[in-house]
């Protein structure tokens, strides 16, 4: 089933990994739900929102399709394999995401579709309803959420108590205006991309870096954050890896600023004929962009390269990420 959403409408993925999950995959989990939408909230220590209206427009795919893609990105960069549940509520996405089974999957029920899907559903299915709720409607005879939905909401609000039972009563009928809330953004954030074959220090690499700054700084500019620091992690053939960090000048977004250190971090590696297989390039100690003072500059040359940037920005928003940027970065491996 494909979620759809008229304009206006939320469409919420809710994610759900694996329990026991270490605090730093779980946290890279969430950068990667935040490549696909600025809006994740996270619930931890297995779970996560994200409202997906502005994204399905910034991607051109549906939301079942960003769940695929999801769950595809999580599998093959951490070896995570994720629920990915999706509605046009938190309670239809975190639903949908609770009937997933092991190890993991995507079900996207579309706004039109809720009320046949839901109805079925044993009522301890329903997201937010207990072990204690449901026993007390299965005394009243109610054993599917079709059937609390047809109850009077009153009743069910004298069953349940009157919060809750308006609560249950509303969720039932599909009814769920709670917006998904930005909450939990890491302290870092990661880019990555891999070779399909053994790569050497060349055009090559230096082409996939400089695409990475440029995922990575556009990402930072959308969160509206700007990064302390910068760590580069190197991946070769044979298992061994490189990793080193170090600070910028001031705490940046901006791709040329990226893009210098990041290079300087390469230079620092020394590769000669070490053979990668992928790249790391990681944000640390990000800061609230709004609170960085900007200096006054008299470059103009690098103000008319920020002016450009932010139309860039704006026309990636609009037609997608892959349609404008750096001629080099074109030739970069997936």
């Known amino acids: 089933m494909t979620a759809q959403t008229p304009a206006g409408r939320s469409t919420v993925m809710q994610v759900r990994c694996p329990d026991r999950l270490p605090q730093e995959t779980y946290r890279q989990v969430l950068e990667e739900m935040a490549e696909l939408s600025p809006v994740v909230q996270a619930l931890p220590p297995a779970a996560a929102l994200a409202e997906l209206k502005g994204a399905l427009r910034y991607h051109g795919a549906d939301a079942r399709r ?3 893609m999801l769950r595809v990105r999580t599998l093959s960069r951490l070896g995570v394999d994720i629920r990915v549940g999706i509605g046009p509520s938190i309670t239809v996405a975190a ?7 092991a190890p993991g999957g995507v079900l996207a029920v579309a706004p039109d579709q809720v009320t046949d899907w839901l109805g079925p559903l044993p009522v301890d299915a329903l997201h937010g309803i207990g072990p204690r709720q449901a026993a007390a409607l299965h005394d009243y005879g109610i054993h599917t959420v079709a059937l609390l939905a047809a109850v009077p909401a009153e009743t069910v609000q004298r069953l349940l108590g009157g919060r809750a039972g308006r609560t249950a009563a509303d969720r039932a009928r599909g009814i769920d205006p709670r917006p998904v809330t930005p909450r939990g953004l890491p302290a870092a954030a990661t880019v990555r991309c891999s070779f399909s074959r053994h790569a ?11 695409h990475l700054v440029v995922r990575l700084g556009h990402l930072l500019r959308g969160r509206g954050q700007a990064a302390r620091g910068l760590t580069l992690v190197l991946k070769f053939a044979g298992g061994a890896s490189w990793e080193r960090t170090r600070r910028l000048p001031e705490p940046s977004a901006h791709d040329d600023d990226l893009r210098v250190l990041a290079y300087r971090l390469m230079d620092a ?3 000669q004929r070490g053979r990668l297989t992928a790249l790391a390039l990681k944000g640390e100690d990000l800061v609230d962009a709004g609170r960085v003072a900007r200096q006054i500059s008299l470059d103009d040359a690098r103000e008319a390269r920020l002016v450009a940037e932010a139309a860039i920005d704006r026309v990636r928003d609009r037609f997608g990420a892959g349609v404008i940027g750096p001629a080099a970065v074109f030739r970069c491996a997936s």
Request: some cysteine; aromatic content about 0%.
């Open 66 to 68: 960003l769940g695929e």
């Open 95 to 101: 639903t949908a995401c609770a009937r997933i089974g």
């Open 200 to 210: 050497l220090d060349g055009a090559d690499v230096r082409s996939a870096l400089l």
């Open 269 to 271: 590696a020394g590769l």
